[in-house]
Nanobody, 114 residues
Framework: QVQLVESGGGLVQPGGSLRLSCVAS????????VGWYRQAPGKQREWVAT???????NYADSVKGRFTISRDNAENTLYLQMNSLKPEDTAVYYC????????WGQGTQVTVSS
């Protein structure tokens, strides 16, 4: 069973950038898809972005053009580059890996505030 550990969250001003990382305990290439969700206080978990095993990417409309998902198969690491951050991006961000089942990381807090 894979384990996922996120890092890179923090406090950033509106318009700023952060890069989240998600390190897997084994190869992420074997998964059909890996990606990110987020959950803001009082709201349901929301899909953010996905990258498939073939490398194709998809984004939620709310982050398209501002966020970029990528992965480093050699390092078993998934990234989420977040630019032009807005206060509404404030949430706990979770990475996931989809194989025969879905595995989640523990989450990393992102706060966008002046």
């Amino acid at each position: 069973q894979v384990q996922l550990v996120e890092s890179g969250g923090g406090l950033v001003q509106p318009g700023g950038s952060l890069r989240l990382s998600c390190v897997a305990s084994r190869s992420i290439f074997s998964f059909s898809a890996v990606g990110w969700y987020r959950q803001a206080p009082g709201k349901q978990r929301e899909w953010v972005a996905t990258i498939s095993s073939s490398g194709s990417t998809n984004y939620a409309d709310s982050v398209k053009g501002r966020f970029t998902i990528s992965r480093d198969n050699a390092e078993n690491t998934l990234y989420l580059q977040m630019n032009s951050l807005k206060p509404e991006d404030t949430a706990v961000y979770y990475c996931y890996a989809r194989g025969s089942s879905v595995t989640w990381g523990q989450g990393t807090q992102v706060t966008v505030s002046s």
